[in-house]
Nanobody
Framework: QVQLVESGGGLVQPGGSLRLSCAAS????????MSWYRQAPGKERELVAA????????NYADSVKGRFTISRDNRKNTVYLQMNSLKPEDTAVYYC????????????WGQGTQVTVSS
């Protein structure tokens, strides 16, 4: 059974920080690219950050560069998103994604965790 379980979301003031975690099970974690997406009300889901399965390559949306950091621990089957200097426009549901890039039809999603940035 494939599972991706996000945690760490919550309410934070502008300028604050949160660290999201995604615990994975049911597949070979180290063979999959891991990503974080987010979706705000009325907007399309967008890629926030990605970490490839090999080579340690990372990619970030322009809007979060310098503020967010993605990391992964293959021994713990967990991917993290450290979010600093949070802005109200970061408010969204954040989703963890796992993709087997040799065949992208193997594509899994978590149920999401809410991040709200508000004063």
């Amino acid at each position: 059974q494939v599972q991706l379980v996000e945690s760490g979301g919550g309410l934070v003031q502008p300028g604050g920080s949160l660290r999201l975690s995604c615990a994975a099970s049911g597949f070979t974690f180290s063979s999959y690219a891991m990503s974080w997406y987010r979706q705000a009300p009325g907007k399309e889901r967008e890629l926030v950050a990605a970490f490839t399965s090999a080579g340690g390559s990372t990619n970030y949306a322009d809007s979060v560069k310098g503020r967010f950091t993605i990391s992964r621990d293959n021994r713990k089957n967990t991917v993290y998103l450290q979010m600093n200097s949070l802005k109200p426009e970061d408010t969204a549901v954040y989703y963890c994604n796992a993709q087997f890039r040799p065949n992208p039809r193997y594509d899994y999603w978590g149920q999401g965790t809410q991040v709200t940035v508000s004063s």
